[in-house]
């Protein structure tokens, strides 16, 4: 009976160990599974708060802005479960990010980050849940925790401020303040530089500027190329990069150290896809997603003047638009109004072309008489026809050498002389404001056996009152094949009348040959004596280079006169535009032919062979602009009458203007609603079918542009001066170069559409 007792005892033991066993085998079984659930569940509801609240993320970062988003965080997850405790936002920078802080009911607490490592489009959530375990004390442990975290961005930080199939830069730095994706290999000419630049404001980054590159073996720095590290000059034969350049899809590469991580600190948050013991991540193709056409969003089509309210048609034949006894183009809107500033207004509607030639400023030749026969002591110069009243006339005059100055009739100006032994005198005379009907003007020379010849000239939109702007001479007495006649300093204005007086000792055999782009007015070898001019150059020292076959002394001299204010230009009041290009066989669309055109609140739409252009309505645009008046919209900072409409502007809530700001963007106030993607912040939009081009061209072209371009096809942009589009470009092939002097050219924080981009999470 003992023993029997004894093993019963036993038994008893061993049954207790193995039921403790049991149970806490048992209790982390149903944690483990317990916890695995409420990790998806967490994850879920951690995305979903961090999607949600990025969409209150918008452009800059500071506390304001901080305490909006972290605040829209808590608020959500309150949506979702009961909160318990009240949110505690803990004081921080943009770059050391504010922190908020909550708890839930079932033990849920959440974290709150923004900006995510010195990201301001960034946010984190983390969540963390604690669990009670069943039979816990058993096992010693009665509750564990299981946390969650997500990252999400604000959308407009997806989109790239550059997207093409093919790009080529032709010349220039031509500076984009954000991402740049290509599908072809980018390619290089005349010493261009493109750079990819970040975007940092107290301490974060709202763009990280990065390059990436679909095709393989991308080359990013040309022989003799170097990267100015974070400037918008000095870079030259080269791609640079303030973040990192990935070219390749089937064999991913990085650029080295050459040319990315310009900026020291974008590398302390922008993970290098080519680090040591990382894979390299393959460039992904350029996404076919386009915008929602917005000829089919009701909002746009509601703001048609004359069609009855229904949207255009592709195959719609218009009459024409006729206002001031001006054919302006074809429509079914209504016709233009002036207002008070000189300004043609017109209305949302169907076109199949518009042409702005009509508000065109700028100087233009009105006629060029021929140069005088050779005489002695008078020297008569004359027009074809009359001159009319308020006209510019110029004269130039090459004699053999004297030392007397030209005399000229009342009203006459001289604009300068010289005088060489050998290559003779040179003298220009203007005649601003002229009062009309002049038909032969004369000049005396004295002594009165000196040989002379003479050419006169009638411009128009040139300044009433003192035109002459600036002057330069040239004595060159030790003779020379080829010799360069410059201002003495620099041009008011982009396109000013440049006239050129040339004079050369002339032998036997003697040639002369103007600089190329130059305007022949005179060439007379036998006589020594050539004049040119020009309408299309930058604001900057003029200048020529001259040359004969054998060597020559010279008597040179340069002058050039200002053109008239503008006095009006153009403008589309706020609604949809639709170009079909009817009317115009070939081309059509919206042409400034050296006009000024300016906007706000304005989505564009172009089908068929319909295309935008700095010059003509033909295919491509047509010649290069060379008006002193040849921009989409203007830069705020120039202070224009009408100033409501500065901007060449998109549906949008904010632009990138200094104080005080412009208000081209009008918010709530807009005919798209807010966040209406086939609108909101779209400028430019053509279906995958247009066969026309976006053509910004010449050397006086500018484009002050705030909202996305969308274009299928092909793109040319000149970027002269301050010229910029404040927002992306999307285009099939982009043909970009860039003045000495010029700033960002395209991309920063404003005017972005994010119609092919959906809820972002980053991890």
Known sequence: MRTRRRQSGQVLVLVAVALLALIGSAAL???????????????????????????????GCNAAAANTILTEADNFLATQRTRTGALAIAAGSCATPYHGTDTFAGGLSADYYYPYQSHQRQLEVVLTLALPISFGAAVGKTSTTVSRYAVAMALPGSTAAVTATTLSCTGGQVNVGGDIRTQNAITLGGGCAVYAHDSTASGSFSGLGNVNVYADGQTWVNGGGACAAGLNSGSSSAICADGYELSGHQTPTCAGGASQYLTAANATVNANPCAAGVGRPPVAPLSSTRPPDPNTDTSAIATLQGTGGAACSAGGVYPNIVAGGITWGTG???????????????????????????????????????????????????????????????????????????????????????????????????????PG??????????????????????????????????????????????????????????????????????????????????????????????SEYRLDLPAAVASETLSTGIAATWANVIATFKPAAATGGAVLDPGFYYFNGSGFAGGGGLCLNGGELLARDVTLEFVNQAGLATGTCAAGGGANCTAATCQLGSDPSLGLADTSFSWFAAPCSQDPSASPPDVSCLGA???????????????????????????????????????????????????????????????????????????????????????????????
């Open 332 to 434: 079914q809107a209504p016709a233009p109004t002036k207002d008070a500033s000189g300004f043609w207004h017109f209305k949302p509607s169907c076109y199949g072309y518009l042409s702005f030639a009509a508000v065109a400023g700028g100087i233009s030749a009105r006629q060029i008489g021929a140069e005088s026969p050779n005489a002695t002591h008078f020297v008569d110069v004359n027009l074809p026809g009359a001159s009319i009243a308020g006209t510019l006339l110029v004269a130039t005059v090459s004699s053999a050498p004297t030392p007397n100055r030209v005399l000229a009739p009342a009203g006459w100006v001289q604009a300068d002389e010289v005088a060489q032994a050998g290559a003779g005198r040179s003298e220009i005379w203007y005649y601003p404001n002229n």
């Open 29 to 59: 079984v149903l944690v483990a599974g317990s916890a695995e659930w409420q990790k998806n569940q967490l994850q879920t509801l951690a995305d979903s708060t961090a999607l949600d609240s990025a969409l209150k993320i918008g452009i």
């Open 437 to 530: 009907g002049i038909t032969t003007v004369r000049f005396t020379i004295n002594p009165a056996n000196i040989n002379a010849n003479g050419q006169l000239s009638e411009w128009n939109g040139a300044a009433t009152i003192a035109p002459l702007d600036q002057t330069g001479t040239q004595a060159v007495a030790v003779p020379t094949t080829s010799t360069t006649i410059s201002t003495a300093g620099v041009t008011a204005q982009p396109s000013e009348l440049v006239i050129t007086l040339d004079g050369f000792t002339t032998v036997a055999g003697q040639s002369f040959t103007r600089a190329a782009g130059w305007n022949q007015l005179v060439a007379d070898i036998p006589n020594g004596y050539g």
């Open 669 to 763: 106030s807009s005919w798209c609603p807010t966040g209406d993607r086939s609108c909101w912040n779209l400028l430019v939009w053509a279906p995958a079918t247009n066969t026309g081009q976006i053509a910004v061209k010449g050397t006086t072209a500018r484009h002050w542009v705030l909202g996305s371009l969308y274009w299928p096809g092909t793109c040319t942009d000149t970027v002269n001066g301050a010229s910029t589009i404040a927002g992306t470009l999307t285009c099939g092939t982009l043909s970009i170069s860039a003045a000495a002097g010029a700033g960002l050219a395209i991309g920063g924080d404003y005017g972005i559409n994010t119609a092919t981009v959906e809820a972002v999470l980053v991890e």
